[in-house]
Structures are given as C-alpha cells and as structure tokens.
C-alpha cells in the first residue's frame, strides 16, 4: 500500500449486511480514512447486495459484487472450506480490484489457504515481529462477536450460548488476523460488555443468547469502521 493512497478494502460477508451498512455509514460521513470497492459474498441472495446498492445510490458510491461460491466456480473440497476453484476466484477479483485488505464482516465460508497465503496471518509472522505477533504483516481481519480464545469456532447466537454455559462474566467484540486455523490469529480490537447470567439475575434481566447477541452485535456495529481504521494507519506506520 502506497504512502499517502486512501486503503482499498474488500468486505466479505454473507448476511444481511447491517455491519457493512455501518462500515459505509462511517465511510460516507468522512469519520473513517479507508473506503470499501468490494463486497464479496458466496450468497446470491445475500441481503448485503441490497444494502450495496442503496449506499452507492444514496452516497454516490460505487462499491462492486461479486458472488463466488461452489455453484458457481464448482471444484473439489479442500475441507470446510472453499474449493480451489472459488479460492482463483476470490484472488482474481482481489487482484482486479486492486484491494488492499479483506475484512471479514459475517461470511460463513472457511477462507481457503491460497487466499490466506496471499492476504492472511502467518505464524512465521510472530517471529519476524513478536512485539505486535507480526499482526502488522497481514492483510486480513474477522469480526467476532465473541471473547478469544474461549469462543473459537462458534458464530452467531451459538458464540453467546457458550459464554453462557461457559458461565463467562463478560462477552465481547473482537477482530483478529485470519490465518490457516479459525479465530487463532492475533487479536487487534477487543470490546467487553458484562453478561447478566440467570444463575444472579432473573426475569427480563437475566441474559438469554439471543438478548447478549444483540447487545454484542451493537457493540461490533459501533466500533468495527473504527478498528479496521486503526488497524490501517497502524499498518501504515509500521510498514
């Protein structure tokens, strides 16, 4: 990434797009310094194509889609993740789009190596840079609506459900580096809120997985433009 250029990011994701609808809400208003000209999805129905559509017509932008998924680019399994023929697929629109970093905001595929071997978390990084886990020498982040490592390799409302019988006294927010293993990269951003267990609180006040999802998902709403912002600059600074 040149000194000076404004980060291109491309967003993965293959929900309803509200956290991406933050993301452009800070973009539009000039509170963030890095703008979104990919939104990746393996869902034709995603509803995130719709929330691209209404921010490049209410804000002027002209963010692109793409949809990469086995239906289309079919190929062999590489375990839970995409095939080979999706991971060409993915690298050729990162390249075409000249992106700079991959955010990961809600997509439910497994990353393939040869995308995190171009763009992702490497252990060989902690030990070119162990002051900051050589997070600074990747390119790739993940929202979790969820303490790391307690909650590795759960999403959604599951996350909560295990804070929950986990018996945790507080969930969070968190974005780390993607690499080969999943939600082992180093953590950049973490944001706590205190869980309300039934075992203290009852009635209304207690926390069921769904009332902690949301308030967590308000949480990562709030802060993700922000982290991935800071992310960047500090990037910028240490490359």
């Not at 190929?75 to 993915?90: D, I, Y």
């Not at 050589?134 to 295990?162: F, K, S, W």
């Not at 209304?204 to 922000?226: C, G, H, M, W, Y």
Request: with cysteine.
């Amino acid at each position: 990434m040149s000194s000076g250029r404004i980060p291109r990011v491309a967003v993965f994701a293959s929900g309803g797009g509200s956290t991406f609808r933050a993301v452009a809400e800070a973009i539009a208003e000039g509170l963030v310094d890095f703008e979104v000209v990919l939104v990746l999805t393996d869902r034709e129905d995603a509803g995130i194509l719709d929330q691209v559509a209404e921010v490049n017509t209410l804000h002027g932008f002209d963010i692109k889609t793409e949809v990469v998924n086995k239906k289309r680019y079919p190929g062999n399994p590489q375990g839970r993740g995409q095939t080979a023929e999706e991971a060409e697929a993915t690298l050729r629109f990162l390249k075409q789009y000249k992106v700079d970093h991959l955010s990961l905001l809600g997509f439910m595929r497994i990353i393939a190596p040869q995308v995190i071997e171009a763009y992702g978390w490497k252990p060989e990084y902690a030990i070119q840079d162990p002051k900051h886990n050589g997070a600074y020498l990747a390119r790739m982040t993940n929202t979790h609506c969820g303490i790391l490592p307690d909650t590795i390799d759960t999403y959604g409302v599951h996350i909560q459900e295990r804070v929950l019988k986990l018996g945790l006294t507080e969930s969070a927010h968190t974005v780390h580096m993607v690499g080969v293993g999943i939600d082992e990269g180093p953590v950049i951003a973490e944001h706590s809120i205190r869980v309300f267990p039934a075992s203290k609180y009852t009635g209304t006040d207690a926390d069921t997985p769904e009332k902690l999802f949301a308030r967590v998902r308000q949480v990562e709403q709030a802060n993700i433009a922000f982290d991935i912002d800071a992310f960047l600059k500090d990037q910028a600074l240490f490359l």
